[in-house]
């Protein structure tokens, strides 16, 4: 076999959860494109219809499940289906997150009272924790019941940078969710190892998205986030694309328990 040829996914039945919008929908692409049957699950009914109807008109195999990846029943059950209707599962994405509204600083550097501790709210830290940490733990039992018995599977949970450097102008709640889901891949995959089942992070720096209201589109913002890159640059999603396909494929046959950053160089520092 070719070196190249360890990329392929062709075949592979796979999941990501928060599909229907920007990391997430990358994923999906990607892992459709090259030929995997993908289904995509979404809170958000009409955006994951767009998207799937798209997709399908391209002639990839996919399908589409509306559901809230915090409800944990109903994710379980969806899992339960997808189980019926491929026999198998080969890949995961635990992607769905959401923002956590007002850091402590505004993008000029002024404090900003809603961000602050004493004023945020519990059922914002509640949400922002069931969405960002919890329910990776919902979709990481979901797809072990059907990964363990074939002995394989490949878990990616989508963290962030924030899990290990801590940021001023993001939601408090957001930093300690994600560095919550960054050591619960660690967890897992020291236990999922003898299963044949390889979990690994995805943890991005800034991407232009719909998260936060679509936040890195405004020109401000952008540009508060660009200049603590040293690349200077909000990345595109399309970016994302050849590390999700890597870690999903057979090339990553030895990479588990690891938390991939790609954030343009975010983490080594401010470069002005
Ligand atoms: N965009 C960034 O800069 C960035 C950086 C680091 C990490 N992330 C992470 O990437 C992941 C994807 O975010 P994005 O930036 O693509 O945002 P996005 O808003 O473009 O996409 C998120 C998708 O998740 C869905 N979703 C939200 N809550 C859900 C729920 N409870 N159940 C099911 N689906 C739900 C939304 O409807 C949306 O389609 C998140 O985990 C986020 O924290 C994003």
Same mark, same amino acid.
């Given at each position: 076999? +070719?070196?190249?040829?360890?990329? @392929?996914?062709?075949?592979?039945?796979?999941?990501?959860?928060?599909?229907?919008?920007?990391?997430?929908?990358?994923?999906?692409?990607?892992? @459709?494109? @090259?030929? @995997? +049957?993908?289904t995509l699950l979404d809170i958000d009914g009409e955006l994951l219809h767009e998207q799937?109807?798209?997709l399908a008109a391209q002639g990839l195999d996919v399908h589409g499940e509306v559901v809230d990846a915090t409800d944990r029943s109903a994710m379980y059950a969806c899992f339960e289906r997808i189980g019926e209707r491929y026999g198998r599962l080969d890949v995961v994405f635990a992607n769905a997150g959401i923002d956590s509204g007002p850091g402590f600083l505004d993008s000029d550097g002024q404090r900003c009272a809603q961000g602050a501790l004493e004023n945020l709210e519990e059922a914002h830290w509640d949400k922002v924790l069931a969405t960002n940490l919890t329910s990776v733990f919902t979709t990481l039992r979901a797809a072990v019941r059907l990964m363990k018995p074939k002995g394989s599977?490949?878990?990616i949970v989508t963290t962030s940078n924030a899990a290990m450097i801590n940021e001023a102008i993001v939601g408090t709640p957001y930093m300690p969710a994600k560095a919550g889901a960054a050591s619960l891949v660690r967890q897992a995959a020291m236990e999922l190892a003898r299963f044949g089942i390889n979990v690994n992070a995805i943890a991005p720096g800034p991407f232009v998205t719909n998260i936060a209201g679509g936040r890195l589109r405004n020109p401000a913002d952008r540009a508060a986030f660009a200049l603590r890159v040293p690349q200077h640059r909000i990345a595109s999603t399309e970016e994302i694309k050849g590390l999700a396909l890597f870690l999903a494929s057979p090339a990553a046959s030895y990479v588990t328990g690891a938390q991939i950053v790609i954030d343009g160089g975010q983490m080594l520092g401010r470069v002005d």
């Open positions: 076999m +070719k070196c190249w040829e360890r990329f @392929a996914v062709e075949g592979l039945t796979c999941v990501v959860t928060g599909a229907a919008s920007g990391i997430g929908l990358a994923y999906a692409e990607v892992m @459709a494109e @090259a030929g @995997a +049957k993908v799937v109807t798209r599977g490949r878990i």
